[in-house]
């Protein structure tokens, strides 16, 4: 290719890509918003409200299992341990938990943030 002839055609469809190019990276900087990450420590014992962006979560403790209510069906919950949801209310095993604490974490991709909880059993 370096030793062909550049025709008015190829620099056009150099200058086109060019451009495009910019534009694409310009548009992606100022329009990037960074993900919004956000660690909550909560204690069981009590009933524990959490207010995050658009949401507010409700922490319980029921016999063996700790009940988040209130959370958005767009919210994907992941822990270590054994999740039940069930439409807006999710429950987690915590009879056979070893530690003290266990972390929960909350992604809503829709509004690229997560909530990280850290909850006290103890």
Same mark, same amino acid.
């Given at each position: 290719?370096?030793?062909?002839?550049?025709?008015?055609?190829?620099?056009?469809?150099?200058?086109?890509?060019?451009?495009?190019?910019?534009?694409?990276?310009?548009?992606?900087?100022?329009?990037?918003?960074?993900?919004?990450?956000?660690?909550?420590?909560?204690? %069981?014992?009590?009933?524990?409200?959490?207010? +995050?962006?658009?949401?507010?979560? &409700? !922490?319980?403790? $029921?016999?063996?299992?700790?009940?988040?209510?209130?959370?958005?069906?767009?919210?994907?919950?992941?822990?270590?341990?054994?999740?039940?949801?069930?439409?807006?209310?999710?429950?987690?095993?915590?009879?056979?938990?070893?530690?003290?604490? %266990?972390?929960?974490?909350?992604?809503?991709? +829709?509004?690229?943030?997560?909530? &990280? !909880?850290?909850? $006290?059993?103890?």
């Amino acid at each position: 290719m370096a030793a062909e002839k550049l025709t008015k055609g190829r620099i056009a469809q150099i200058l086109i890509m060019m451009a495009l190019l910019v534009t694409a990276f310009w548009w992606r900087t100022f329009e990037y918003t960074a993900p919004r990450h956000t660690t909550v420590s909560c204690n %069981i014992d009590s009933l524990c409200d959490i207010h +995050e962006s658009l949401t507010n979560v &409700q !922490l319980s403790k $029921d016999n063996t299992q700790l009940v988040m209510q209130d959370i958005p069906i767009e919210w994907i919950v992941s822990s270590s341990l054994i999740v039940e949801r069930k439409d807006e209310r999710i429950a987690i095993n915590v009879d056979k938990v070893g530690n003290s604490s %266990i972390s929960i974490i909350l992604k809503n991709r +829709e509004l690229a943030q997560d909530i &990280q !909880l850290t909850i $006290d059993l103890n």
